[in-house]
């Protein structure tokens, strides 16, 4: 097979993120890009060099030398654009989330199924070198994980994204943000979540959302974690994961990894790249060449939403 020639939807900050990440990865192509906003798309497809541009999906998914879609569009309309793309023939990865509804996820995997097409989500955690780090020792039989305490910390009191510019949807701490950990807990441990709880703080005047969450779960071989979320935070930003084991205490902040300690491990060896990012993208271009189902591929993060639907119960 020739290279995997990709129509890139969304102009935004993890769009950008991907079209750099796919230049680095010889197998693959860019060769269409699609956003409602004209002006960046025209200087993103100069800059990356990048010969289709437009507004609407279909006009991509109708290009014969399209062979797969890379969506990283507002996440209301992820499971409906997943299906659009499916049912053109396309493979798609679609960012986190599948959905924001576990009847939306339940239907893109069932497309998945019946298409015979890959079909992966961005659940980036899973291919980030710090995490690949923790999860080779576990299959390894060398750590088992006792507890993951996890912060997810974010300061956006206003609808922007993580370019600070406005949003025309709105960000959600479970269906989003928390999918990230509920996942990567049943991926490390090797374990099915048997237990969730969650709790929320105050509903913003104006987002309509909570901006903290607290969540617990707990998985079928007894290992525990406990996630706590912010829109509120104003301090250090990001995703902190300490993995507590049997024989160590790992840290993983992105593709970072220390010890309990602070010591630093060096993971620069454990993949291709230390951008989980491209690792990713690189999972999804493999996937299509090898015809095989890919890591994090839409049927495995389904149970992730199982979980999400479990608490967004418990919250209302």
């Not at 990865?93 to 924001?100: Q, R, S």
């Not at 703080?201 to 974690?225: R, V």
Request: charged letters at 20%; one cysteine or more; proline letters at 4%.
């Amino acid at each position: 097979m020739s290279k995997v020639k990709i129509a890139l939807a969304g102009a935004g900050a993890f769009g950008v993120k991907h079209i750099e990440a796919l230049q680095a990865i010889v197998d693959a192509e860019v060769v269409a890009l699609v956003s409602p906003e004209a002006e960046k798309v025209k200087g993103l497809a100069q800059k990356f060099g990048i010969a289709h541009t437009g507004a609407d999906l279909a006009d991509a998914l109708a290009l014969n030398e399209v062979d797969a879609v890379i969506l990283t569009t507002p996440t209301p309309i992820h499971a409906a654009q997943s299906i659009q793309a499916l049912r053109a023939g396309k493979h798609v990865m679609v960012e986190i989330p599948l959905a924001d509804s576990l009847k939306d996820a339940e239907e893109v995997v069932a497309l998945q199924r019946e298409t015979g097409l890959v079909a992966m989500c961005g659940h980036t955690r899973r291919f980030n070198p710090s995490h690949q780090f923790v999860r080779n020792r576990i299959v390894g039989g060398e750590f088992n994980i006792q507890q993951m305490d996890v912060q997810t910390f974010f300061f956006r009191r206003s609808n922007l994204n993580a370019l600070g510019e406005p949003r025309s949807w709105t960000d959600h701490l479970l269906w989003h943000h928390a999918a990230h950990t509920v996942d990567l807990f049943a991926y490390q441990t090797r374990s099915p979540i048997v237990k969730a709880n969650a709790i929320q703080g105050p509903i913003h005047p104006t987002l309509g959302i909570a901006m903290d969450m607290s969540i617990q779960l707990k998985a079928e071989n007894g290992a525990i974690c406990t996630l706590s979320l912010s829109f509120n935070n104003d301090g250090p930003l990001g995703a902190f994961f300490r993995y507590i084991g049997d024989s160590a205490t790992y840290i993983a902040r992105y593709d970072d990894l220390v010890t309990g300690k602070d010591e630093k491990i060096d993971v620069s060896k454990v993949d291709v790249s230390m951008n989980g990012i491209e690792l990713q993208d690189r999972e999804f271009v493999a996937a299509i060449r090898e015809g095989r189902e890919p890591n994090a591929s839409v049927a495995q993060v389904l149970p992730c939403y199982k979980v999400l639907q479990d608490l967004e119960r418990q919250l209302i």
